[in-house]
């Protein structure tokens, strides 16, 4: 057993995780004995599984989450007790996160993935490998800045560098101070490594070709005469390619009942697309009959995205949707306070299941067949998830407990069946995408779009400098790209404090961003953040180190 893993059992050799998948011995890289890399040539090797694609999504939720990764775990497993060959495919934990509001982000209870710390903390380095290419291209500005090259303006570039770290002091900084020796002073600021564009690029690259090309597609700032400036213009991309190299290869782990899972890339839905790697579920569905991936945070925001810009990008379409629930969460958008949202309160609980009922209804503007999970404790009165079931049954939606944090793959077996019975209901039925909007609208019909159509707003304000923004991506040529809206989890809406079914609000962009490499643009609404904050006590403080090494309190369980 790992060190590092929180299992009460062993680990099952990589090796044969690996040929369970199917893959080919020559595909498999190990990354010491729990944990390997995939290579990409297992893409060229015959199909070998059905390739159905589950996606779980979520109420908008509380602080500490939904149990939205626990549940994807949770379904793969109990898929797998079903005698499906199922596989999770979901993203990499940041360590911003796991040091700051929510501990670990591999699941939690007896549906984890696993080596679960490892998973946590360095994995296979991939969050390091993209912040060094962030950094490597921010290097190179600076320089060409340094020796006046003439190639960018110092006082437009655009470009900032990277932290796999919730860290506020570094969101607006002075570089290049001390003179002569130091360069040309200019200010700038840090993101965390989920929402910086490398990110964005890893996770939406369809190849080793594809990788370098987005790379060079990178706007980094201007000119003096106001032309676009990319990496490629800078020579960075190649060498920031080589620095990814092994990054964009997809990572193999378990579950803590043995079955193989893809874990790989980990942008935040809230100010970044939330998906895990294009390469990942490929491969994923390639090897599996069924694969259960995750778009982060709640419907409006991660399946919205996983929709509208990774499915728009590799061609994909769920088969179906999960949509996670906790009577708890519906309590607290009923307005019960987060301490006391565990008692009963069947009052509370209906007012709040209308932040579900506009989650389902946004599902069914895309044409998705869903299910609702009901992230099931103990302690849940039973009338209270009657309640949801029969409000779920108004709008044709089947509703699942999943018990898979007390008993893992047996304690989802009832939702294992409903995402199956949907699955096997719709063999054979077209699977038309459908998406919020046509990438030829301009960018303010995108954005009013995205604002009506899923969080239910009367329409979208544009600040001057973001509608001057985006207004001259479209000039320069960057028009027809989807839009990545950068927003608070916390409510539908673009304000933190409005819980439950807000209406009557409208949603504002204070900034635009363009990503031309990972192909999107990025629309900054209310007062989000692309580096994020510690709390008051973080989890970071939790964290502990037995005297053999294992490393303790990661997760919020321990």
Known sequence: MSKTSPTSGGLRPISQVAEELGLH?????PYGRDKAKIDLAALERPKKGKGKLVLVSAITPTPAGEGKTTTSVALAMGLRKLGKHAVPSLREPSLGPVFGVKGGGTGG???QLVPANEIN?????????ITSANNLLAALIDNECHFGSGKIDPRRVTWRRALDMNDRALRNITLSLGGRNGGVPRESGFDITAAS???AVLCLASSRSDLVERLGRIVVGRTSNLEPVTAKDLDAHVAMAALLSDAIQPNLAQTMEGGPALVHGGPFANIA???SSVLSTRVALHHADVVVTEGGFGFDLGAEKFLD???RSAGLWPDAVVVVATLRALKFHGGVDPKSAGAPNAEALTRG???LERHLETARFFGLRTVVAINAFDADPADEIQIVRERCAVFGAKVALSRGFAHGGEGALELAEAVQGVLDGAEGEPNEPKFAYALEAPYRAKIEAIAQNVYGADGADIEPSA?????GFEKDGYGGLPVCMAKTQLSISDDPKKQGRPSGFRVTVREARLSAGAGFVVALCGDVMTMPGLPKIPAARNVRIDPDGTIRGLMQNE
């Open 109 to 111: 209870g007896k549906a």
């Open 197 to 199: 564009e490398v990110m």
């Open 467 to 471: 509608k001057s923004a985006l207004d």
């Open 353 to 355: 299941i209308a932040n």
């Open 273 to 275: 697309h939330g998906c």
């Open 25 to 29: 011995p020559d595909d498999l890289i």
């Open 121 to 129: 903390l360095h994995f296979t380095g991939d969050l390091h490998a």
């Open 309 to 311: 810009i990774k499915c």
